[in-house]
């Protein structure tokens, strides 16, 4: 065996080992054929080596080069005849040595390309691209091809390789990133993490920038920018965008922005978290309509408390005054002593019934509430209590739906302690915060117990309390007692 | 508290219960008061008070034309209009907060009673009379709420049952005499029992009428806020 054969054995050899060590080592792509050309280039005695990836139908991108004059990410399209249309078509090495002969000699000329040979590299389903090596004089040696062809089953390897290899990585990557935002979705986080989320996976996940846009016909665009993430691509790249859908109609869309190297991202996968996005979208809203519903019907009942409080204060109540008055007249007006004492037992009788009356009627909606807001409310409530309560209010006039849900969150909170607390003393507060946030706190140092899940007085509660946004907490134990606390915000649309 | 004064006292009634309108008139009548004039809704009420200048207005705190508050309102606001004018409150409602709104920093003239306290015909001319000469009358079911026990622990366990009787009755606004009558004793045993009260509740001894009953008053509130 010649010298020379023999060291280009070895040569190759050491090529092979240098690109297996790399293929088995987890670097990017963008090295492993940079490395693919660096050795080709050894192997040429240091001639050039780029690699150009073929995109259908017609174009042609450079995704790596060792000493080339073409720099990696430049793309252009071929005319019918040219070196890259030869070489993808017939699948054979093509030479050029001098391009002023070729129509493709305009697009090689601006890098100073006179003549080149190229060989195809074939994958599984046809020719990725081609392997060239050019130069700036005269014809390249008469063995390049054979030398290059060596070397691209070399390359066909190691691409199909590294494709296979980047498709799984960014195949668990993005499974990996929907499954998360699909985990933000069903704990219904908020609308804007759940937005930030995905533009942030996905960027991570296809190395692009990724914007999410939500349309708005007020804006002059016509939409505006919800979420952004990944760092924006210079020069050539390419754009996928995918619709989001909101009820059948138009809500904005994805937008995926990513430079030309190799592989691509395809619609469907970005679809995938498009359709998260739709999820978490109408999740919302159906939460929020539910929220609005329940809202609704509590509306609903506290505007029949209030309109029996009316009724039974015109009605039932307004007669009993009348008994009461026309029995205490009759009384005075009896002078048999038998008539007398009938008459008393009437109005015994009738002056019980008012005083119950009244009570019912305070427990169904108290006038202090309506007339004097939640501070007078709480007094009275407080004024009714068999055991004595420290109160601290700092509260002005709220709104009455806000009023009444307040009330009657600390009436009931205090009617479970005064029965089942077994406490000597109660403390109530009632608070807002300047951020405008209503905080309730009921407390004994009783026996505790306090459970919502036990008699439906406190699930009702927190049903109103959910219905204006706000949260209800209870802490009971034997050792500390029980403490409820709720906090509600202040909606700014009240009634 | 007698009624034989030297000129019968004008009322005016406001009152959109017809029945009940009628009721108040008529007692009224039967103990010598005057009604000059009637309404059945307060603007009514309030014109009608300021061109007859009744002493006394009695007036139900729900009221047309808006069913709300009209009533206190006109009532409140007549007594800053015409501040020798008495205003009596009448109500459904035995909410001692609300009381003491009306009354707020005047007592003197100033009166809330429960509506079926009409029916106990002397005790509610005398409340009205009361008024009338600027004294005050605040319904016996609403101090008594006022003064629950729990309340107002330590002090009122200091009170003798007779003194606790005494002070509930100076709370509703009733004199030495109107008290005395009321719990069948001497002048002068009312006298003793009132000092004995100031005395244990800690307060400035005050004798005279309203600036009795706002000391009063004012211990209770303190005590419930």
Known sequence: MEDRELRRLVHEEQSLRNVATLLAASGPTDDILTTICREASALLDGQEVTLLRFEPPNTVICAATHGGPIPPGVRANYPPGSLPERVGTTGVPVRADDFDDWPDGELVRPYGIRAAVAVPIFVENGV?????????????PPDTEDRLSAFAQLIWAAVAHTEARESLRRLAEEQAALRSVAELVAVEASLP?????????????????VVLTEDDRDLPGGSRVVARAGHPTESASHVARVAILFDDGPWGSLEVTWPAAIGT???HQIKAFADLVAAAIANANHRERLTQSRARVIAAADEARRRLQRDVHDGAQQRLVHTIITLKLARDAASADELAGFVGEALKHAEEANRQLRDVVRGILPASLTRGGLAAG?????AEASIPVDLVLSIPRLPPGLETTAYFTVAEAVTNAVKHSGASRLRVSAILSEGGILTLIVEDHGTGGADISKGSGLLGLADRIEARHGTLTIESSPDHGTRITATIPVDSDDE | MDSSVAQPVRVCVGEDD??????????LGDAGLVVVAQAGDASELVKLALAYRPDVVVIDIAMPPHRGDDGLLAAIGLRKQIPGMGVVV????????YALALIDERVEGAGYLLKERVGDVREFTDAVVRVAHGGSALDPTIVARMMRPHHVPQALGLLTEREYAVLKAMAEGMSNVGIARALLISNAAVEKHVTAIFRKLDLAPETTGHRRVQAVLRYFTTQRS
């Open chain 1, 378 to 382: 709480i007094r009275s409530l407080i």
């Open chain 1, 265 to 267: 991202v395809e619609r």
């Open chain 2, 90 to 97: 009448l109500t459904q409602y035995d909410e001692p907060d």
């Open chain 1, 128 to 140: 990725w691209g081609m392997c060239s090596t050019s130069s700036p004089t005269g014809p390249l």
């Open chain 2, 18 to 27: 017809v029945l009940l309108r009628k009721g108040v008139v008529q007692v």
């Open chain 1, 193 to 209: 993490d759940v937005f930030h989320a995905v533009t942030e996976a996905a960027a991570r996940v296809y190395d692009a920038e």
